[in-house]
């Protein structure tokens, strides 16, 4: 039995002609250790899985386990990084790291949790912005700080929510590699919710796709047998990966597509013959008249 | 340097002096004398045009109240009467000034009795300090009262007891407000339960709410010796000020950012600590917002409580004045005015200054 297990869940929202079947019948199990992706569509419903899983949401049949028994509510066992960061603006990136050391460790000692808050951030490189506000800092840093926060209260699992995907290109492949390197340092649990395949791939062991919503399902998973570490340009050449990532990509969109179908509404256009502008001609031609756009 | 007292004058609100600073340095000297120019100039001049509009309106107001006194005497008394009532007008006699709106020179004449009034006493004061002096330390070893100046107090005295009367009625907003509208916002079953008192007493006015406090401090407190006319202005000034804060500070509390919360939920931080931690910092900036209408709202209905409550200060120094009548009566309720304007204008200046120093960039948190 995995660390964390999902068992026949799912989740509804709204009432009555506004129900909506967002979730229905995931199963998943999560070994310790491992690192999960679940690649899917916007608006398919990832945010709500992950929010199963943390606690602030609970599932309307079916069942979430953490090492056997039901998850309750929110907890710090559960390490979280939001897709907006999350910051609280009014502290410095040491404060709100602090915020969630005092809360977990507080009966270390006010020099230990110094020490413990100081490695956690120069853990993401950010040392030399220790002191200063999330306003002050770019979003690529800023996600920094959540993954500091995050890790810093020492999760058993941590759970991503796209959290790369407000970044630019650049900045989000520096990103991946820190956060490959620091789960190779702390090894724990990852469960990253994403949009990106290349992504999942490039950062996990193992794939899911979530089917598009509603009543979203995981699709069938893919083992990543790629060696690690990974490297970008390299894994453009693997043949592997480009099966891997074909295999994924061709899943969403067939089940995407078939979606569609079901939810098939026609458009009536309105019948118009395109005019260009000044061949309209009212009545008698006016020849002498050149026309005038600007 | 620079950047430093241009940082400085911004949060005073004197931002309009920023290019003045530009100008000296030497940075871009025309545009910057254009941005000076039409940044303060500008007003300057609208003050001047005003003060000349003003000015016209209250001679056509003389002349056309002089002209009937003229008439009046005519019709009453017959001809000669009317050239003396003339004459004694035109020499500018007290008994006979026609009594209408004052000029601007009237009222800064007024200003400037009203100020060497003060100088007289607050000269009397010390000299009478000096006088009981002795007797006062006999009496303090005797374990008695001393004895203190119970003279007519000046205008600025009036302006201070305003102060005092709206800081009191502001410190009790705050205290009354604040934690209400925490509690209010945290809670929707308290908001829905308590929302129609807030939506009927809110619009209720300034009078209305002395009638009702007197009413209880008459009843409350029966010792004479205890100044009750401060305490009944100043309760009525924050009853009526209060509404703004509490208004802002529940909305403020009830719509702090969904990730702030959930950040707190994933820490599993405690009822206080989420308060203190997360929904206060947060909300700070709308609290302020409030807190400013407070500030704004108290000091205007001050004038109207204290003239209603007969308690010490402007409002009353107003009443007094009107029934007063006298001569110069008149051009002392106008300085009155603009010192109530100008002390109520930097109020909010003060209040926009903190209000200024608690907002974090929420845009990009």
Redesign the interface.
């Known amino acids: 039995m995995g660390l964390l297990e999902l068992k026949n869940v799912s989740k509804t929202f709204g009432q009555g002609i506004n129900k909506n079947e967002v979730l229905s019948d995931i199963n998943l199990s999560v070994e310790d250790g491992e690192f999960v992706a679940i690649v899917g569509f916007s608006g398919s419903g990832k945010t709500t899985l992950i929010n199963l899983i943390?606690?602030?949401l609970f599932p309307d049949s079916g069942e979430v386990l953490l090492d056997g028994s039901p998850i309750s509510?929110?907890?710090?066992d559960?390490?979280?990084i939001?897709q907006?960061?999350?910051?609280?603006?009014?502290?410095s990136v040491y404060s709100n790291v602090k915020?969630?050391v005092d809360?977990?460790f507080s009966k270390l000692s006010k020099k230990e949790k110094d020490a413990h808050i100081r490695k956690y951030i120069d853990m993401v490189n950010l040392t030399p912005a220790v002191d200063k506000?999330?306003?002050e800092l770019s979003g690529g840093m800023r996600q920094r700080v959540s993954v500091a926060r995050t890790l810093a209260?020492n999760p058993k699992i941590l759970l991503m929510d796209e959290p790369l995907s407000a970044l630019d290109a650049l900045t989000r492949g520096t990103l991946q590699q820190e956060i490959l390197k620091i789960w190779n340092q702390e090894k724990k649990t990852v469960i990253l919710i994403t949009n990106d395949v290349d992504e999942g791939i490039l950062m996990a062991d193992r794939i899911i796709p979530l089917t598009p919503g509603p009543k979203a399902t995981l699709g069938p998973e893919s083992k990543v047998t790629i060696e690690r570490p990974r490297n970008v340009t390299q894994l453009n050449q693997n043949p592997e990966y480009k099966r891997l990532r074909n295999d994924i990509l061709e899943y969403l969109i067939d089940v995407g597509a078939t979606r569609k179908q079901v939810s098939d509404q026609k458009y009536i256009l309105p019948e118009l013959k395109p005019v260009m502008p000044g061949r309209v001609v009212f009545g008698r031609r006016r020849k002498k008249e050149a026309v005038k756009y600007f | 340097m620079k950047n430093k007292s241009i940082k400085t004058l911004k949060f005073l609100g004197l931002g309009f002096l920023e290019p003045l600073i530009h100008m000296i340095d030497g940075e871009e000297r025309r545009k910057n004398a254009t941005r000076f120019v039409k940044g303060s100039l500008l007003p300057l001049v609208s003050i001047f045009l005003f003060i000349f509009l003003w000015h016209q309106g209250a001679m056509a107001l003389y002349n056309s109240e002089a002209k009937e006194r003229i008439e009046k005497a005519r019709i009453e008394q017959g001809e000669q009467a009317a050239l003396d009532m003339k004459a004694c007008i035109e020499s500018g006699e007290v008994s006979c000034q026609p009594n209408t709106l004052p000029s601007p020179a009237k009222v800064y004449q007024a200003y400037i009795a009203l100020w060497q009034d003060h100088l007289s006493i607050s000269q009397k004061k010390s000299e009478f300090k000096e006088k009981v002096s002795e007797t006062n330390a006999q009496r303090e070893a005797q374990g008695l009262d001393p004895i203190t100046y119970t003279g007519r107090p000046s205008f600025l005295d009036q302006i201070g007891t305003s102060l005092k009367t709206v800081a009191a009625g502001f410190l009790l907003a705050m205290l009354i407000a604040v934690p209400i509208g925490v509690v209010i916002g945290l809670s929707d079953s308290l908001r829905t339960a308590f929302n129609w008192l807030i939506q009927i007493f809110k619009p209720v006015s300034p009078v209305v709410w002395l009638l009702l406090v007197f009413m209880v401090v008459k009843t409350v407190i029966k010792d004479p010796s205890i100044d009750k006319s401060f305490i009944i202005s100043s309760i009525s000034v924050g009853l009526c000020a209060m509404w703004a804060t509490l208004v802002n500070t529940s909305m403020g509390v009830s719509s702090v950012d969904k990730?702030?919360l959930?950040?707190a939920?994933?820490?599993?931080?405690n009822i206080g600590?989420n308060i203190f931690?997360?929904v206060l910092?947060?909300s700070?900036p709308l609290i302020f917002t409030g807190l400013r209408i407070t500030v704004s709202v108290a000091w205007m209905v001050l004038i109207a409580i204290e003239l209603l409550a007969q308690s010490p200060g402007l409002g009353s120094f107003v009443w007094e004045e009107f029934q007063n009548g006298g001569n110069d009566s008149n051009a002392k309720i106008i300085v009155a005015m603009f010192v109530i304007g100008i002390i109520g204008f930097v109020l909010d200046r003060i209040m926009l200054s903190v209000q200024n120093l608690m907002t974090?960039?929420?845009g990009?948190?």
């Open positions: 943390n606690g602030l509510g929110p907890g710090p559960r390490g979280m939001f907006n960061y999350s910051l609280l603006p009014w502290l915020l969630a809360e977990v506000k999330p306003s209260i | 990730d702030y959930n950040v939920k994933v820490l599993k931080l600590q931690k997360i910092p947060a700070l974090f960039n929420k990009i948190a």
